[in-house]
Each structure stands twice: as C-alpha cells, then as structure tokens.
C-alpha cells in the first residue's frame, strides 16, 4: 500500500473531552493523545495507506513558535529523503493551522504531498469531525493528483492551498475556506476531486525552498482601528522589530497618526508592508506605497503576509525585492 507519515502536533483533533457533549472544556480539562491511540480510534485510516505515526510536539497551535516551524521542516525533510513515502499528513491545532502551513508551503523542499489537518471538536465529541477529517487527510496525502499542488490543508472534506486558506469561525466545523479564489478540491465518498491549480511558487519551486537561517527576525502585526495612534507603532520598533505588517482598513489605509509613524519608520528603513483587516481582496502596489518605500501586500492576510516578510528578511532582501516576492508569491 502507499506509505504516508503521519506527524502529530496535537490539537482538537488529538484531544479528549470529559464528556461526549463537551466541544468547549476539553482544551483546559481534556487529555491530548498520541498519534498511535488517535490512529486506533480511526482504524478505517488503514484502508486508504499504510501510515507510520511520529509524535512531533503535542501542544496547543496557540503555543507553537518560529522554532518549532524550523524543526517540524527539518523533520519533514529528512524523512521525505525516503522515496518509499508518497505523502505526510500533519495534525495541528486549528487556531495557527494556516500559518504552519503556509511557512511549510513556502520553505519545504519536497516533492512528496504534505497536507495539514485539525477539527473542531473533539475526538470524544459526538458529532466530532476529526475521525473523517483524518481519514480524508490520509486519502488525499496518498492521491497521486495531490502532488505538485503545494502544501494543503483538509478539513470538512475540502482541499484548500496553504497559500489561500484563513479560519474564518471559532467553533464550526465549516471554519476554514479560500475566500478570494476558493477551494481547490473536494474528498467525497467516491473519491479526491480538484478542479483548479495553484499559478504561484511553492515547496520546491519557491525561492525560499533552500533556506537555511537558523531564526526569523521579529515581524508585528499592527491593528488599524478607528482613533489609531502611534503608541504601538513605536513600541513593536523599539522592542526591535525588523519589519511591521498594517492591517489596515481596506484597502490598507490607516488613520493620520498611525501614516505618519509608519512613514516616519519606513524613511528610517524598516520594512513596512500594508494589508487589510477586511479578510478578502488585494492590497495594490499604489504609487504612494512605493514612493514611501513601503510594500503592498496583496491578496495575503496580515498573519501571512507576515511569514513571508520574516522569509524575506531572513534572506536581506532589500525593499525592491521584497515588493517583487510579495507580488509574485
């Protein structure tokens, strides 16, 4: 049978509740498994490959850091070097699910399918989606057409590209979607299914597949909202970020005090790059953008347009190059 590994870095999907109808408590009072008991929980898994179970850090997605990112790609790496395994499937919690992937997205030298799933409840849930939702994650990782897409995320029977996908509810198992492009697939009862293709770098076409820091530079997030001051602008500079990403009203505006520090910044040449609170459309690279020395983030949320400059920064990009990354990631 096709080999997939499986790495477990807990989660929803790894967790156990005190009771069948707790989808709420179980992050504080429940237990979180290891990746052998949660396989033997789902024994239909053997149907769709032979997978081979490695725990990686069974901790809360809330709690994972740069540094696990750069060991969880090494890890993958090193054993993607067997050509005996066809895919990898990922258990991550869902809060952070689509940041892991779109920095494995961008930086995973692979060819083999990786594929990132979570649920919503609980194993020990009724109703829990994290049974099927494994079982899909496992089909789609041993798919022959899953390869060459890129790392993907699965849950609710959806196929989604790393590069696309936000969490856009707290506690529906229908939480993640691709708002602007949408999914690429489906895993139904008769079979994995796409209908679109990714027309963007990845994995081993990415310009960041060979990279080799050690770290990531400090990158903050910085909130627009109505009466936006400098106070935290200047804080995230003098705590030594390398580099800030605006969420900004759409289409990537902010208030006069916050322009005037993040003009303020950029002139100094920290790296600015301005996005939308919106959750869907593109930032445009409109001349004031570039005539600040700023950088328009397109189409990426604030929390991956921020994985991306971290990457650039990593790199010593300059603001030029980091604009043509950001335009054509």
Known sequence: MTRVLAINCGGTIASL????????????????????????????????????????????????????????????????????????????????????????????????????????????????????????????????????RGVLVLLNDEIHSARDVVKGSTYRVQAFRSPDFGMLGQADGDGVHYFRTLDRPHTQGSPFARFSATGL????????????????????????????????????????????????????????????RAGSGRIAPRAYIGAQGMIAGGDLSPQKARILLMLCLAQGLSITDIQARFAAV
């Open 17 to 148: 509740g005190p009771t069948p109808t707790d989808v709420l408590e179980y992050l504080e009072e429940g237990q979180r498994l290891p990746l052998k008991d949660i396989l033997a929980r789902v024994p239909e898994v053997k149907t769709a490959a032979d997978v081979e179970a490695v725990d990686f850090r069974n901790i809360s997605s809330s709690a994972i850091t740069a540094v696990d990112w750069l060991a969880l790609r090494a890890l993958i790496q090193e054993r993607c070097r067997d050509p005996n395994i066809s895919g990898v499937i990922l258990l991550h919690g869902t809060g952070s699910l689509e940041e892991t992937a779109f920095f494995l997205h961008l930086t995973l030298n692979v060819a083999q399918t990786v594929v990132l799933v979570g649920a919503q409840r609980p194993l020990s849930a009724i109703g829990s989606d994290a049974p099927m939702n494994l079982l899909n994650a496992v089909r789609v990782a041993a798919h022959p057409a899953s390869r060459g």
């Open 217 to 276: 530079p400090r990158v903050d997030i910085i909130y627009a909202h109505i009466g936006q001051d400098a106070v935290f602008i200047d804080a995230a500079a003098a705590a030594g970020a390398k580099g800030l990403v605006s969420a900004g009203f759409a289409p990537g505006i902010v208030t006069p005090p916050a322009k005037a520090a993040l003009e303020r910044l950029a002139a100094s040449g920290l790296a600015i790059v301005h996005c939308s």
